[in-house]
């Protein structure tokens, strides 16, 4: 079994970015994610609506990064939703699905998922 990396960055007061290499698997119970592809999945399709910080870079996109929110949904829930499409009740757009990139499989949306996770979700 191979681990996963992923890469965190922390600010330091003097305002440089250190990128800290986390040798742990995305999730617990699950070794089978890529967390580089999931960092390429988002950053070519999911970047452009949820922004690089994952606060949402347009009106209506959920902040990844708030405690109890989208991200503490069940993954099958958020699967669907990626896969699928999905309207938020308040939002003005929907989300197209696979984010409108029809090329994604759905192995690249575990892995976006999980470099999700792991990049801006609060426990």
């Keep these: 079994m191979t681990a996963r990396y992923s890469t965190r960055h922390w600010r330091l007061s003097s305002g440089f970015v250190v990128a800290l290499l986390l ?3 995305a999730h617990a119970d ?3 994610v890529d967390l580089a592809n999931g960092a390429n999945v988002y950053n070519g ?5 949820h922004g690089p910080d994952g606060t949402g870079a347009i009106p209506g996109t959920p902040d990844f990064t708030k405690a109890h929110g989208v991200l503490s949904l069940p993954e099958e829930v958020l699967e ?8 938020a009740p308040d939002a003005p757009m929907a ?3 696979r984010g409108g990139n029809g090329s994604l499989s759905d192995q690249d949306v575990k892995d976006a998922l ?5 990049t801006f979700a609060k426990q």
């Design 23 to 25: 040798v742990l698997p």
């Design 30 to 32: 699950d070794q089978s």
């Design 45 to 49: 399709t999911c970047i452009a609506c």
């Design 80 to 87: 669907k939703r990626v896969e699928n499409g999905y309207q």
């Design 95 to 97: 989300m197209p699905p």
């Design 114 to 118: 999980a470099y999700m996770h792991r």
